[in-house]
């Protein structure tokens, strides 16, 4: 079949950011197809077992915008006519498969992990690919499977019944961000906190810019998912818990990043609304959060920081920005090639700056950008970002992505998550 190189995406787009979009109508119901599977290997190579395709009630997506522009993930879902010819639906996305591989443990052993990935209900034969991108930024198909739309074994059924209702609503759901938030470690009990939180949070978020701004483009869906017991599970501490999502501090052996592997259940429980991003809110006070491009953000209920920690990791799931700090423990390493431009929209290794935020830069600033001019530099490059303290730059020398108790998204992540609202939205 054709396949589209990442250089030939980006010359088709150069004439607008929303292009080479199709007639959703002629291709797509408004009801979603979800394509499961195991991610399988180890820290060289990696395969793909195909797990089951489900129909979902709900798109929440775009109608108009269907092919994904900007390039961000270290995943493409491309899905393509009958003739292999026609790109009809992509998205760009990160997985916990993609993080472990650059752990030690992978190194050393093999491991596989769920995975789930979602496109508007095809109404004809298509072909779905999954493309790899490599440490070089090219993209390579990993997996490529038909879709019959008659197949008798299209699972239907809908595991869930729990309760839903809207804390923020601004209509259809073609024409805004529609998030779910789902409760994690809540008891049946402790419904009423849940509720209570998840309008605090949804509060917290549209004080800061640009949400703010744009909280006409939002609509937020909670789902009251009944755990067994409260809280969450701390492998550190000895502490396991029977949840409804089954999430765990400690993930890849770092004690803050909560995690859940368990994503057929996350899927199962979203799909009984209509949305574009899932945020599983965690009922615990121990800090912590998690956020994977277009994949899932979790965040704890109850930490003083809570809320700062909601919004930052909502700059990944969503916003597909990276982390801008280098001296806190990860796990991973060797994250990004310094010889390369990173896929994320506020770093750089100034290999290509110009294809990142040149035309941002502040008239006074040098780069790369001087610690010492951190007060009167608005944009620039400043060193230290991705992890690591030499060779990865970021745009300004304080922002939510680097730090909770920056004032605010810097401009270029603010100018990031502008235009993802709109590719949604417009």
């Not at 490599?134 to 809908?158: A, C, G, R, S």
């Amino acid at each position: 079949m054709k396949k589209i190189p990442i250089i030939s995406l980006i010359i088709l787009l150069a004439g607008g950011v929303f292009a080479q979009n199709i007639n959703f109508e002629e291709y797509f119901t408004t009801k979603t197809l979800r394509f499961d599977y195991i991610h399988a290997g180890n820290s060289e190579e990696e395969f793909i077992y195909f797990e089951q395709f489900k129909e979902e009630k709900y798109w929440g997506g775009s109608q108009t915008n269907t092919i994904d522009p900007f390039n961000y993930g270290e995943f493409r879902l491309m899905v393509y006519d009958a003739t292999g010819e026609i790109l009809i639906f992509s998205q760009g996305y990160a997985t916990l498969f993609q993080e472990w591989q650059a752990t030690d443990e992978a190194k050393k052993t093999d491991r596989s992990f769920y995975e789930s990935v979602i496109m508007p209900y095809p109404k004809n034969n298509v072909i779905i690919v999954i493309q790899k991108r490599d440490m070089k930024n090219e993209f390579t198909n990993l997996y490529e499977i038909k879709f019959d739309p008659n197949d008798i074994f299209i699972k239907k059924e809908v595991v869930y019944d729990f309760k839903t209702s809207k804390i923020l609503d601004n209509g259809k759901s073609s024409k805004n961000v529609d998030i779910v938030i789902i409760s994690e470690g809540y008891t049946e009990q402790e419904m009423d906190k849940f509720k209570a939180d998840a309008q605090r949070f949804s509060d917290a978020m549209f004080k800061y810019s640009p949400f703010k701004e744009y909280e006409k483009k939002f609509n937020i869906h909670i789902i009251e998912a009944i755990s067994k017991e409260s809280g969450t599970d701390i492998p550190g501490s000895n502490i396991w818990k029977n949840t409804v999502i089954n999430s765990n501090f400690y993930t890849f052996g770092t004690e803050r990043y909560i995690t859940t592997s368990d994503v057929k259940t996350v899927r199962d429980i979203a799909s009984l609304v209509p949305y574009d991003q899932i945020y599983i809110l965690v009922n615990t006070k121990k800090y912590g959060g998690g956020g994977i491009y277009n994949f899932y953000n979790l965040c704890v209920s109850d930490h003083l920081s809570s809320e700062l920690v909601f919004v930052h990791e909502f700059g990944h799931g969503f916003g597909g920005l990276a982390d801008e700090y280098w001296t806190s423990d990860v796990s991973v390493q060797d994250y990004y090639d310094l010889s390369v431009e990173p896929p994320d929209p506020n770093i750089t290794t100034l290999v290509d700056f110009e294809s990142k935020w040149k035309d941002l830069v502040s008239k006074n600033a040098s780069i790369p950008t001087p610690v010492t001019d951190k007060n009167k530099v608005k944009v620039g490059a400043f060193e230290g970002g991705g992890y690591v303290e030499k060779g990865i730059y970021r745009p300004s020398y304080s922002c939510y992505m680097r730090e909770l108790h920056a004032k605010e998204f810097c401009p270029v992540c603010q100018d990031a998550l502008i235009k993802m609202i709109k590719y949604y939205t417009e």
